[in-house]
């Protein structure tokens, strides 16, 4: 055996040789070393306190990720990927004066499979670009914005954050579009037993739209809301009247407030103790006014003491007086409308006219459904013997009208006459004795003044009274501007 190995030694080492080229050779052939192309292999940026130390913020322009040319045999380039390499780019390291453009060189390591890759190159971009910009911080205060609905039993008088301000920070570039800095917590839990909620502050833009950019911060991640509730009452705005006067020739009609009502907030005790809110006449004058005047009220200062507007309600109320030019109408009151008080027996009354025209003052609306029927008038011939007078009537009218002068009737007083009797008196019997006395003991009613008990003259349309004749008699007896004088041609 031994003997087998050792004769033709050279020859058997000079074969083992061979045998081994040729199986390298044959490896070689079957699996060679070929370039495959690793891509978008992340830049990691170190040192970059350089730049943030200085108050500034970088933006990555191109380099962010680069190629890697892998040079491996091919049965071994599913084995390597792009977690095999470090690319670093040293950002204390860059150069350029221009803050929009400056660059850094990146290094590149092969961190894995050392053993397996052959090599590698790295692709065009071996450089990384970046422009900085200067941070900036601005103050916020936090707007309160609540969202939800509370329970009706009580009212928002109050709400206050916390921290009431918020400081937000990035690029100067980014900040240009902060408008400010809200919360919108859910109010529908609070109660006065627990007055808080937690919210989330949002940065908005000038559209009101939340900004998501990772650039900025902000010092505080949650904001604290806290309410002060109130028990509510609504109260009706009105007034208690205005002050002075409208100019000769206009009336005051009537007002209008801008708010009919307004809820009001304040402790149970408090609510209690009012029902309106009047708004009293010295804020209204109207003196020697021709037009609608306006008046603008502050509703705080008319509340008490404890009672307070509740939140969103209106602080004040705008209050229109009316003002209305006045006119007038011309109406013929018959003479059947007209009382005669204070008559005496004995005498006859004769209004020598068929009407009395007056002249009355209103509103134009008013003034045209005004008709005679609804005017009443009334003169005292009390006192006044036979002769012919000249009266002040008392005039009733509706509620709205005035007279625009003093009206005045004609009274003629004649003495009644009784013709004499022919036949010889008879005693009258007690029980006619008796009802005579009664008659004599009855009150007499007074009615409206007859249109003619004269026929003596077809000529003069007089209206006459006698002691016999009775008439209602007005509320309010008239004042009297009497005197005798020549007696009118008849007419109305």
Known sequence: MKKFFLNNLGLKLASLVIGIIAWVLVVN???????????RVPVVLENTEAITG????????????????????KTDQTRITAADFLVTADMSMAYGSNPERQAVNLSVRVVNNNNII??????????????????????????????????DSYRLSDLQADPAFITVRGPQSAMASVARVVVRPDITPLTPETPEVTAAPLVLNGNDTQIANPDLTIDAEEVSVSASLYHTKTLAVTIGGVSGAAADGYRYVGYETSVDNVVVQGSRADLANINSIVIPASELGISGAVSNMSFTVDLRNLLPEGVTLAQNEP??????????????????????QITVNG???NLIYTIPQTSVSITVVGLKTDLDVLSADSISMAIDAEGLNAGYYTLTANVTLPSGYSLNTPASVGLR?????????????????????????????APVTEEPVSESLETESETEPEHQINNKTTESESETDAPESEGTSEEPAAGN
């Open 118 to 151: 052959e090599g590698w190159t790295l692709g065009t971009n071996t450089t990384l670009l970046f422009s900085t910009e200067d941070i900036i911080s601005r103050r916020y205060a936090v707007e309160i914005e609540p969202s939800g609905t509370l329970s």
């Open 413 to 441: 007083i004649t003495p009644e006459e009784t013709e004499p009797s022919t036949e010889e008196p008879t005693q009258p019997s007690s029980s006619e004795t008796a009802a005579s006395e009664s008659e004599s003991e």
């Open 343 to 345: 008559r005496a027996n």
């Open 54 to 73: 200085l108050n500034k913020v970088y933006s990555i322009i191109s380099g962010g990720t680069v190629n890697i040319t892998v040079q491996a045999k």
């Open 29 to 39: 052939a079957l699996d060679p070393v070929t370039s495959f192309t690793i891509t």
């Open 315 to 336: 602080t004040s109320v705008v209050v229109t007086a009316q003002i209305e030019k006045l006119e007038s109408k011309t109406l013929q009151i018959p003479v059947s």
